[in-house]
């Protein structure tokens, strides 16, 4: 499974502030092309193909069609071909643009896992999101939950940690995303890791997840996309 997932760490890793902080990403910044590319796809075409509903949930459909409608926009810049019905992505694939189905269509061409986040009452909710590649968590158990929902299980998301990631999410703002890394330490590098298990230090790979938070200018929705890295340790 190594081939599927190494790639260098980014530049911008170096200096991260630890969670939960976050720094200014540039507009375009939210989707990225690294040379692990057709492998994550590869991978992520088989998932989507054979783990349907484990890793895709489209409810919300306004929402959906605007995200593909921006990553549309920005694929150029990465060497994709865009024409009114299909996209040609950096390893020659041709994806069809589903309209019905817009998180599907943009599971197959970014590596990126897409999480929308809607506010309903005081707190964003969960309403959409093609998951591939999830880190000790399951999409089914934390579709429309909303935040302190959805982190539950993290023994360190205490209700201040809760106020200050709401505050997040109220005051991102249209064009002016923001970027967060976390580390994982796991036993292997497959990068579909649903179920939860012990991690600790002395594990063989180093899990990276580069999210950005952006808000969509006509929805108002909160998009949450998390780039995943996995190299071996030194």
Known sequence: MDMILQSALPDDQCGAPRLPGTMPCPPEGWLHVDDAYAAQ????????TE????VLFDEA???SIEVL???????????FEISTK?????DRRRVSI?????LRTLGHLVQEDICILEKQGDEHVLT???????????????VNRPLIGIHAPVPDYDK?????????????QVGRPLWRFNKLHYADADLHQPQRHRITEDMQFVRSERQCILRLPETDAVVFSIHTYVVRRD
């Open 41 to 48: 796809m590869a991978y992520r075409e088989t998932l989507l």
């Open 69 to 79: 409608e921006e990553a549309l926009k920005l694929l150029p810049v990465l060497e």
């Open 128 to 142: 959409a999101a093609v998951l591939c590649f999830p880190a000790n968590w399951r999409l089914a158990e934390k």
């Open 160 to 172: 201040n940690i809760a106020r200050r990631v709401q505050r997040l999410f109220d005051g991102v």
């Open 61 to 63: 459909r306004p929402a």
């Open 51 to 54: 783990k349907t509903q484990a």
């Open 86 to 90: 299909a996209v040609t992505c950096p």
């Open 98 to 102: 589903d309209w019905d189905a817009p």
